[in-house]
């Protein structure tokens, strides 16, 4: 197990979505309540969640004195992608992720990792799935305050009957990945906020997992804390490449980080999307009011101003490439009022973008997207 | 003029009860529950014990075989041990637990066992804890582990628990006689019974608050079901569950003291018992002692064992004999003296001429001789203005109490008509400036103080505890209530119930009055708070029995000796709950009152106490439970009512009568704890709490 490399397949070249995918979800309901298996029961509205009229089935649900923490919920995640769950709070956000690892058993749907019924896992498949394939990482940390934090890394390996020794080096390298080195002795009350976090997120990558889930894992950690944990989750996930499923409600760190984001309401899903056809094509006010207050020099990336013609592009042009956002680029003008040569991972030249290009998405942005949503 | 609708119960049961008294000489039945319409349920109970024992005793026997050979094991052992190693072990652990501090407690607690001559009682009292402990903590961890996993095992150990932790032991002392036979063992099965319950709870309790997200961690971890029910959910479940041994241990040794009424043991509980009724109070006082110690000695090990901070600060010390000191310098110790016990003879066993026993038991009784001789007066004085002034008119009325001797006056009619004038007088002037409560109470003290509470009539107190009860709880605590009541009265034991009533509230208001002064001085200076936990905290850990001692030494058997025993067990639970209940208003809703203008006492009596009063009620509860408890073991000091009825089936085996009657006083503490609870749960809701 330690030989297997802690890093996945690196599929960054290609578009995410046109990357296999990794874990889909296929109509998913969670209903709570005293009765909810009687949603589904029916040929029409069975287990596999796929019912004719979601929202209507919705409704009846709610009219009936249950609460449907997700309804409907489809979507897939692709190898490689960092997809993001947004939502108010109560809207189902982590109610889904459990749905996913099985913590909580969704009540119609289904669930498929690499094309296989998640769901359908026996008891004995599930924890080996657990154990070998998925790691989580929880808003309140969930450190066991009985164990050192080299204790607490290492004890998914210990769950498995991996050896002392064996176990403790390898929590030792997930310790010095996250930069925690010194404080393997310490208990988790000893430490602060975001050094406890830390160590929930070498706990959940010791066992090399291929997903891996985060369920607000910033959240409950002061803005300068949190930034410094996104940068560094940046770091791990450009070393890694894991697949990861990652909740949070701010859609400023969504931006940041994700590669798609899906928002949720009230357990339904509202949008799916990147987060520029997030901001420039909301679906509804809802979406539009989570982008509002987002710039959108930090949405509209390179590539979406890319002019492929390099003529007059000066030889000694500033390079940018194509993943930046505008916000990042911003500063390369000031030297130059010709353009920015822009150049992919291999060092390819593939076109240019100019101060004038830049100007238009944003004022194009501006009116088509977000005065579109205010006029309907 | 339009009644306020709060008022209208109280009206309707005012008119009802001014009925009832009316009727008083008219109608005996209604004072005095005929013995004709009694139900023989104590008789049934017999027949079916009977009929139990001869069906299943073996069973139980072999029981009470197998259970014998570990206690007898660790008898001998610790017979055969030679004291040096004895305590050179003890005093190891303790300095494991506690710190050099309690280590040299320990060292010397037990140098006093040996130089005092109960070596040999302490040991056989110690064995005895030995099993019940482990006993007690395994059937609770156990039972609070199926409570915690099934909803329907919890619904039948709830109701248990409660049974086991109000029916006083005197009342199961006798089955148990009956079914595992005489001998030691009777008190460990006591003492699991009675001991049980905290472990329990906590277990439970510790289950419940494993935050979810621990839980889950584990689960991702890929735990199997039972991985993350022993690493995770047990051991972030532990401080909690620790907090149960700590209580299990304490009520383990209580129980095994007071099982020792059975006698035939030779341990120390048995000592003071025996000489406390010989009124050898030297003596008495000098194995008082030793369970005094004892119990301290418990609790601050199984509290310092269990101390987590501690517990892992040591086990990550770097070297290795850092971390194993105790074990291998007490261990050390206890070799070296093994080997040399077999050397020099004292070693071994203690010489009886180095124990100093008659000397000091005859000095300390010459000190009470001569204590009570030359201060008899001020004794008596208490004692004798207590029984006519507070005890007697409470329990048999101003109109038979008031005496010229004492009082010196007699209760003539004109003195009786200017009694319920001043009354009825206070209580119009209570409702005419609104203070409702006041009235009620004035209203239903007035004729409870005239004819006291033998003679108030059984409607009357049956109604008032169900007005209380729905009001407080609604329509199932009231049926609880009243049928409690009502079971006490078709087994004819009425009388009894309201004296054990009576001596317990007073017991208890007298807790209060001088319990809450307390708390709320402790409240307003951390000076006194600090110097009052170190009392509280013995009161608490002390066993039933050594509060006896010193009460019977200066007051001797009666009444009072009873109250005055109840009341120095109970007063702890109100001065922690006040102190607790004051320093936990919100500082806020203080300040803002301040900042209004309120003097010290206003903010004192308008704001702290009424925001307090869920935690004080709360507190009541406990003390009310405490007095109850107390009440039967100051049946050996002599009180009438229901402790007494338990204490004297058990002289007489009645197992019946002892079942009964603990029922009873279960019943009552029931009651008041229903009550009491739904109450203060009301208020906190109404102050948002
Ligand atoms: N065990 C449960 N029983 C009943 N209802 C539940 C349960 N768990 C969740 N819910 C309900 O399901 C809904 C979704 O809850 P969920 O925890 O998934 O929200 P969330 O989006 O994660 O919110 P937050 O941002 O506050 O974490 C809520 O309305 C919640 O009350
Ligand atoms: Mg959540």
Redesign the pocket.
Known sequence: MTDRSQAEADFSDVPVTERPVKLSCRNIWKVYGTDPGKFFETAQYGRNGAVPNPDAHVDKIRAQEHIVAAGDVSFDVHAGEIFIIMGL?GSG???M?RCLSRLVEPTAGEVLLDGENLLAASETDLIDIRRHRMGMVF?NFGLMPHLTVLENVAFPLKVQGVGKVEREKRAQEMIELVGLEGREMSFPRQLSGGQQQRVGIARSLCVGPELWFL??PFSALDPLIRRQMQDEFVRLQTMLHKTIVF?THDFLEALKLGDRICIMKDGRVVQIGTPSELVLNPADDYVAEFTEDVPLVRVIRVRDVLDPATDGLPPDAATVSPDQCLEEILPAFAGSDTGLAVVNKDGKLIGKVTAAGVVKALAHGERDGRQAVAAG | MRIAPTLRPWIAFGLFAALCYALRDQAGWIVKYPTPWVIPLEAWLNVAMDWFVAHFQTIFRGISWAMEWPMTGIQATLHWLPWPVTIAIFTAIAHRAGGWKLAAFTLGSLLYMLITGYWFESMNTLALVGVSVPLSVAIGFGLGILSFRSNWAWRIVDPMLDLMQTVPAFAYLIPILLLFGFGPVVGLIASAIYAAPPMVRNTMLGLQRVPSDIRESGLMSGCTPRQSFWWVEVPTALPQILVGVNQTTMAALSMVIIAAIIGGFGDIGWEVLSTMRKAQFGQSLLAGIVIAIMAMIMDRVTRGLTDRERNLAESHTDSSFQRHRHLIVGGGAAVAFLVLAHVVAPLKSYPESWIVHNAVADWLNHGIDWFVANYSAVTDGLKNSANFFVLLPLRIGLLKAVYPKFWGFAMTPEIAAAYWIGMVALAAWCFWRGRQVLGIIIAIAAPTLFWGLEGMPWPVFIGLVGLVAYLAGGLLTTVFVVASFGFMLVNGLWAETMRSVYLCGAAVLLCFLIGGALGVWAAGNDRVSAAMRPINDTLQTMPQFVILIPVLMFFAVGEFSALLAVIIYAIVPPIRYVEHGLRNVRPDVVEAAKQIGCTDRQILFDVKLPLALPVIMLGLNQTIMYGLAMLVIAALVGTKGLGQAVYLALGKANAGMGLVAGLSIALVAMSADRILQAWSRRKRKALGL
Do not use: N
């Open positions: 709070s956000k982590s109610t992720v808003q369920d607000e909740i």
